[in-house]
Nanobody, 128 residues
Framework: QVQLAESGGVSVETGVSLRLSCKVSGYTLRSYCTAWFRQAPAQEREGVASMHISESVAHYAASVKGRFTISQDAVENTVYLQMDSLKPEDSAMYYC?????????????????????WGQGTQVTVSS
């Protein structure tokens, strides 16, 4: 059974950095595409970043490219999202998601339609 558990969400001020973690179980990172999504109140769930350990590049939404970095630790079975230069518009519930196989994207970013395994989320709030 695939399980994902996010952590690391807190309230911070504009401009600081924050790292989210997603502890995964029930599958190996080498077999799945793992992604981060976020959802603000009254907004659709937005794909932020995704990667497959066998791919040479990760995929990012245009709104976070250059500020966010997704990475994986196959030994710890953990996926990270390093978020730098945070802005108030980054405030949202952040979710980890996983799907077997290589990553599929729309306009270069992950899309929720391609993922069937989800964590419970961790809240990030950025104040100005």
């Amino acid at each position: 059974q695939v399980q994902l558990a996010e952590s690391g969400g807190v309230s911070v001020e504009t401009g600081v950095s924050l790292r989210l973690s997603c502890k995964v179980s029930g599958y190996t990172l080498r077999s799945y595409c793992t992604a981060w999504f976020r959802q603000a109140p009254a907004q659709e769930r937005e794909g932020v970043a995704s990667m497959h350990i066998s791919e040479s590049v990760a995929h990012y939404a245009a709104s976070v490219k250059g500020r966010f970095t997704i990475s994986q630790d196959a030994v710890e079975n953990t996926v990270y999202l390093q978020m730098d230069s945070l802005k108030p518009e980054d405030s949202a519930m952040y979710y980890c998601a996983a799907e077997p196989g290589l990553c599929t994207t729309i306009a270069g970013a992950p899309h929720r339609a391609y993922f069937s395994n989800w964590g419970q989320g961790t809240q990030v709030t950025v104040s100005s």
